[in-house]
C-alpha cells in the first residue's frame, strides 16, 4: 500500500493564480482531511469528508474547495491565491473520525508571491 | 488560550538523555494523539491513547485524563530522535467532535 500521497511536493504560485492539490489513498478510508501548517502553528484543519460526496469546512476554509467524487481521492484546490495561502498542506485519512489514528501524506510546500 | 498546550517549545538534549515533552489540553477527548514531524518530512502517528500508558521501544506516552495531561518520554535519547513531536487530540462532544486540534509542536534536537 502506498499511503496517502499528495502531489506536487512543491509549488511556487504567483498571486491570483490557481491550483489543485492532489491527494490520493488507497486505504478504503472513508474520512479524509485537509490541513495546513504555518510556521510556530499546530495544524488547522482546512476541510474534511466522511465519505464520497460529502464535504466540511473546518477551522480555515476561507480561499478553498474540496469535492470528493471517489473514495480514493481528494483534491483541494486554490482560487485566486494569495500570500497568506503560502505553507505547507497536508492531507490526511482515518478509517473513522473519532479515536482512530490519522495516515498523513508527504506534505506539499507552497509559496505564493 | 490554545485548547492544546505543549512545553517546551524547544528542547535540547545530549545523547543518552531522557526526555520528557509535555501536552495539557482543556477540552473534553476521547484520544490523544503524539505524532513525529522530521525536518521536511511527513508526519506520523507515534501513539493514541485514552487511558494509561503505551511504550514503543525507547518511546513512553502517558496520559492522565483528570488532570488533562500527557508526557512522552524518550529514553536513551538519540541523533535520530530529533523532530517535532505534536500532541493532537480528539475532541470528544460539541461541534468539533471527533477532529483533532493539534499543539503547537516540541522541536527536539539531540546531540552526539
Known amino acids: 500500500n502506498a499511503g496517502v500521497t499528495q502531489t506536487p511536493k512543491f509549488r511556487i504560485l504567483k498571486i491570483g493564480q490557481s491550483m489543485t492539490l492532489q491527494c490520493t489513498q488507497d486505504?478504503?478510508?472513508?474520512?479524509m482531511y485537509w490541513y495546513r501548517q504555518d510556521p510556530g502553528m499546530g495544524l488547522k484543519l482546512i476541510y474534511y469528508?466522511?465519505?464520497?460526496?460529502?464535504?466540511d469546512k473546518g477551522e480555515v476554509p476561507n480561499g478553498y474547495n474540496v469535492s470528493r467524487s471517489t473514495t480514493e481521492d481528494f483534491p483541494l484546490r486554490l482560487e485566486l491565491a494569495a500570500p497568506s495561502q503560502t505553507s505547507v498542506y497536508f492531507c490526511?485519512?482515518?478509517?473513522?473520525?473519532?479515536?482512530?489514528?490519522?495516515?498523513f501524506g508527504p506534505g506539499t510546500r507552497l509559496t505564493v508571491t | 488560550k490554545n485548547e492544546v498546550e505543549q512545553s517546551p517549545q524547544n528542547l535540547t538534549a545530549q545523547e543518552g538523555e531522557f526526555i520528557t515533552i509535555n501536552c495539557s489540553y482543556s477540552?473534553?477527548?476521547?484520544?490523544l494523539h503524539w505524532l513525529q514531524q522530521h525536518p521536511g518530512g511527513g508526519i506520523v502517528s507515534l501513539f493514541m491513547?485514552?487511558?494509561g500508558k503505551k511504550k514503543h521501544g525507547r518511546l513512553i506516552a502517558t496520559i492522565n485524563i483528570q488532570e488533562k495531561h500527557s508526557s512522552l518520554h524518550i529514553t536513551a535519547s538519540h541523533p535520530r530522535d530529533s523532530a517535532v513531536y505534536i500532541c493532537?487530540?480528539?475532541?470528544?462532544?460539541?461541534?468539533?467532535?471527533?477532529?483533532?486540534?493539534f499543539g503547537q509542536g516540541t522541536i527536539l534536537t539531540v546531540h552526539p
Open positions: 493532537a487530540v480528539h475532541n470528544a462532544g460539541g461541534t468539533s467532535y471527533g477532529k483533532l486540534t
Open positions: 477540552v473534553g477527548i476521547s484520544a
Open positions: 469528508s466522511v465519505g464520497a460526496g460529502i464535504t
Open positions: 486505504m478504503n478510508h472513508n474520512y
Open positions: 491513547l485514552s487511558s
Open positions: 490526511a485519512s482515518s478509517y473513522e473520525q473519532r479515536a482512530y489514528e490519522q495516515y
